[in-house]
Structures are given as C-alpha cells and as structure tokens.
C-alpha cells in the first residue's frame, strides 16, 4: 500500500509498506477514504516538534476491512470515523470522558505507538473503543468533508469551548484562525455565545469565521490585540477564552483577555510556554483543556453534521490526493491553505 512518510523537516515522502493486518484480536484494519493534513503535523514539518522517521498522519475515515475475533460492535463493511488517538473506551480515564488518556491507548500518527492515517490502510487498535460508524451512505462530498474534521479538527475545537466553560449568552474570544481557530468559533455559536471575537489577520480566515458566527475581528496582535479586546469589553474581558495556537504569545494573549473568574480553554500544543500562577490565582483565572477527547464528542457531533446544522468541512480549502500530500503539506506550511484534505479511495 501506499503511505505518507516522515523523513525529515520539510520532507514528506510516499512510499509503498505492508498492507496492515490484524495483530490483536481487538484489532480492525480500515481502507482509508479520506485524511488530511493536521496543524500539529506541522509543527514535525517545521522542526520545530520531534517525530521519528517513519509514518505520520491521525485523521482519517474509511471502510472496515478486517476485524479481530473479539471485535463485537464493528463489522467489515462498516463506514466509520477514527478520532485521532485509540482507546479502549473501558478504563476509568475513557470512562470519564477523556479517551487521549486511556490506560490502553495511544495517538495514531506519531511513529511509536500506531500506525500513520495518511495512508491506504490503517490498523486501528482498541477497535470498539475507537471506531464511530456511521448511518446512512450515499453521502456527498461537502457531508464527507464535514465527517473528516470529526476526527479531530472539529472535536479539538469543541473541546476548547467545553474546556472555557461556553454558555448562552456568553462574549467569548478565539486566539488563533487556523483549523482549530475557525472550528472553536463554530463550537461556540453552536454552545450559544452571543458574541464571538476572534484575533485573525487572514481575509479567507474572516470570510469563514463570519459565516459561522464570528462577530468581531481583531488584527492587532500583542498589547494592541489585548487592547482592542478589553475597548469592546468596556474594560473587563471575555467570559471565556479558547487558545487554538499553543505558542507563547497566544497563551499570554489568551489569559490576559480573560475576565476575572473566566476558563482558558487550551487546545494549542504548548511550545516554550509558562503560565503566571501569580497573576491567575489573584484574578480566579482557571485553565482547562489538552488533547481532545473526539471520541467523546463523536456522537453529538455526528448527529450535528448529518442533520446538516453545521457543515464544518467548509474549513477544507485545498484538495488533493495522496501521492501529492507533500503539496498538501506545503499549502499549510506556507498559509495558502487553511486546511489540506486527501483524497485516498472511493467509498
């Protein structure tokens, strides 16, 4: 089969491996349909984040091909969804809701632990913990699209409203208008905020963060940023903030717009980042968030997509197949996409 490979900063390769077989009985093999190229992918393209030389990749849907003999909830045939980390879905920490976490799981994609989604085929472990099958077929490619993010892109951005504590009514604020970016704005329209101010200086970004509720754009960036945030809030900040970026002056950006009392939601793969305990305890500012739990979210989500009360794979702008993933990747690292996906086979 083939299969996007790690070789380096700024070198992805794709090379023909072993199709993946059943290895443990709660195994399943899944024929990739769709993937697509991830913000924290970019982070080991760039160099600026370890992976080893090898398969990358962790959003991906397709058909199953292949179970264990103790898989019992999915069946070969079955169209599904892998969120981007495998779990169990027994242990106590899946059980709580937080399948990154589980006892017996792992992340797709990043060279130790489970195979790379930006390939023909994919061994998914933890089989009926992790797969997501959904109802229906004859699906169009817009619905497509829209399941992929489910994955991952989707998931992480609703986790970092979970995470802030969105509610109705709520003025909330979105540090960073990448994938995730765009996708928290969705999540908390969707939670119910009335207003949603997101620091963007990209004018496709705006465009999409409008369309899904945005009501404010801020380009300033810094101390200006934060000042332009607090003059619409008459001095007083968000009622909860979403950090989609993971650098320093995203987190220090975030937690200064956060009214006192206020969640910073923090879905961002922290980078060189310290957070001021000092400044936190004496203004009640609390942070929650990490890796998104997407399997959690994979049900209501699902439902969302399919009744078409959102569409979130519009934050897919470029498309391409799997032999030219490496122009997938290029199109991210170099702003002229949003979004890459990957078109693998026919469903």
């Not at 970019?42 to 991906?60: A, D, K, N, T, V």
């Not at 380009?219 to 809030?233: C, H, N, P, Q």
């Amino acid at each position: 089969m083939k299969a996007a490979i790690f070789k380096g900063k700024g070198k992805i390769a794709v090379e023909e491996r072993p199709k993946p077989t059943v290895k443990e009985k709660t195994d399943a093999v899944v024929r990739v349909v769709l993937a697509c190229v991830c913000g924290s992918d970019l982070w080991f393209y760039r160099g600026i984040s370890e992976h080893q030389e090898g398969p990358i990749g962790h959003e991906f849907i397709g058909v199953v091909d292949e179970i264990g003999a103790d898989v019992k909830n999915i069946k070969k045939g079955d169209f599904v969804i892998a969120p981007f980390a495998f779990s169990d879905g027994t242990c106590p920490n899946c059980q709580a809701g937080f399948q990154t976490a589980c006892q017996h799981g792992g992340f797709f994609g990043m060279g130790t632990e489970g195979d790379g989604g930006q390939a023909e085929y994919v061994r998914v472990p933890q089989a009926d913990g992790t797969l997501v099958p959904v109802p229906g077929s004859d699906f169009s490619e817009e619905t497509l699209a829209s399941l992929l993010t489910l994955s991952d892109v989707m998931g992480t951005g609703y986790h970092a409203a979970v995470s802030a504590g969105v509610k109705e009514g709520d003025t909330v604020a979105v540090v960073g208008d990448g994938a995730v970016g765009l996708s928290a704005v969705l999540s908390a329209k969707l939670l119910g905020a009335k207003r949603i101010v997101i620091m963007s200086r990209h004018e496709e970004r705006q465009k999409l963060a409008l369309d899904w509720g945005a009501t404010d754009i801020i380009e300033e960036r810094g101390d200006e940023a934060i000042k332009a945030v607090m003059d619409l809030t008459n001095g007083i900040g968000v009622d909860a903030v979403m950090e989609c970026v993971g650098s320093r002056e995203a987190n220090e950006t975030a937690f200064a717009l956060a009214r006192a009392g206020s969640i910073v939601g923090r879905v961002g793969v922290p980078h060189d980042v310290e957070i001021n305990a000092q400044v936190t305890f004496y203004r009640n500012v609390g942070m929650r968030g990490g890796p998104a739990p997407a399997r959690a979210y994979l049900p209501e989500l699902l439902k969302s997509v399919l009744a078409g009360d959102i569409n979130p794979g519009k934050v897919f702008d470029f498309v391409t197949d799997l032999d030219h993933i490496a122009e997938a990747y290029a199109a991210m690292d170099e702003r002229r996409a949003i979004k890459s996906l990957v078109k693998v086979s026919e469903l």
